[in-house]
C-alpha cells in the first residue's frame, strides 16, 4: 500500500460507512414504491479502481456482492478479497479468450451476450467440474461499439445457451444509454422488465430469471422502481473512481 493511500484510508471509510447505510435506505424505499422490501433487491458494489482495503471494509459493513470488470484487475487484487461472506461476480466485457482464468473464482458473470463466449464458459467450467451461473447482457439502447445481444437475437441466444452443459442462465443484465433525462432512462428500464417477465413466462429448460441487473449510482432507485432485482453501484459507495 502506498503512503498517499494509508493516509486517505480513515476519511475514506468514514465516507464508505455514511454512503453503505445511505444507499441502503434508498434501496428500501425503492424496494417499498414498487411494492418489495429491501430484501428483494441484491446490492452489488462495482469495485473498479477501489483497493483491496476499501472494499474489506465494505464487506465487514454487510456487503455480499461486489463485482469487477476486468479480468486482469480482479486477479491482481483476487487473493487481497475477504469472500468469506461475500460473492464476487464479472461484471464487465469477458474475452473468450479469458474465460479460463476467472472460472471458480466468480460466482457469477454478468456480462454474456454470445454463443460463443457461453460455450467457452462451458467447455471452462466442465474441465474445472463446477457449473457457472451467468446473466445475458442486453443491448437495450442498440448503440454501436456497446457489449450486448440486440433484443431480436435474444430468444435465439437463451435458447442455445440453454442447452450447454455446466452453465445456467440466471436472469438479464443492461447499461442503458445515459440520459439526461431520468424519464428517458425508464424507458429503457421499463423495456428490460417487460423482456424479463416474458422469457420468466415461457419457463425454458435451464433458464431462470431469478436477476434482473440494472441500475447504477445515478439511476439505481429508478431501475429498482421499474423492476431491478439487482443494483451495480459503484462510485455512490466508494466516492469518484481515481485511475491510478
Ligand atoms: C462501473 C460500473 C457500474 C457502477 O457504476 P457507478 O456509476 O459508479 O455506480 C455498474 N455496472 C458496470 C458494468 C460498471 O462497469
Do not use: W
Not at 453503505?20 to 425503492?30: G, V
Not at 461475500?86 to 471458480?104: A, S, Y
Not at 451476450?113 to 462451458?122: G, T, V
Request: with cysteine; hydrophobic share 40%.
Amino acid at each position: 500500500m502506498t503512503e498517499k493511500l494509508l493516509t486517505e484510508l480513515p476519511e475514506k471509510f468514514d465516507s464508505v460507512k455514511a454512503n453503505f447505510f445511505e444507499i441502503q435506505e434508498n434501496i428500501a424505499r425503492a424496494a417499498e414504491k414498487s411494492g418489495r422490501s429491501f430484501d428483494d433487491i441484491l446490492f452489488l458494489a462495482a469495485t473498479k479502481t477501489v483497493e483491496p482495503e476499501v472494499i474489506n471494509y465494505a464487506i465487514s459493513l454487510g456487503l455480499k456482492y461486489i463485482g469487477e470488470n476486468k479480468v486482469q484487475e480482479l486477479l491482481s487484487k483476487y487473493d487481497d478479497y475477504h469472500l468469506d461472506h461475500c460473492q464476487l461476480q464479472l461484471i464487465g466485457h469477458l474475452q473468450t479468450n479469458k474465460v479460463r482464468q476467472i472460472i471458480g473464482k466468480v460466482s457469477m458473470i454478468q456480462s454474456v451476450d454470445s454463443l460463443k463466449l457461453a460455450n467457452e464458459i462451458s467447455k471452462q467450467s466442465k474441465k474445472n467440474d463446477v457449473s457457472t451461473d451467468i446473466l445475458i447482457e442486453v443491448n437495450i439502447g442498440r448503440e454501436e461499439n456497446k457489449s450486448g445481444v440486440l433484443t431480436e437475437n435474444l430468444d435465439e441466444l437463451i435458447e442455445n445457451i440453454s442447452k450447454l452443459d455446466n452453465v445456467h442462465i440466471k436472469g438479464l443484465m443492461a447499461i442503458p444509454p445515459i440520459c439526461d433525462k431520468k424519464t428517458d432512462v425508464c424507458k429503457f428500464f421499463d423495456k428490460m422488465y417487460k423482456l424479463f417477465i416474458d422469457i420468466s413466462d415461457k419457463t425454458l429448460d435451464n433458464v431462470c430469471m431469478d436477476y434482473l441487473s440494472m441500475g447504477m449510482s445515478d439511476d439505481y432507485e429508478e431501475a429498482i422502481i421499474s423492476g431491478a432485482n439487482m443494483v451495480r453501484i459503484g462510485s455512490s459507495l466508494f466516492g469518484a473512481r481515481i485511475y491510478r
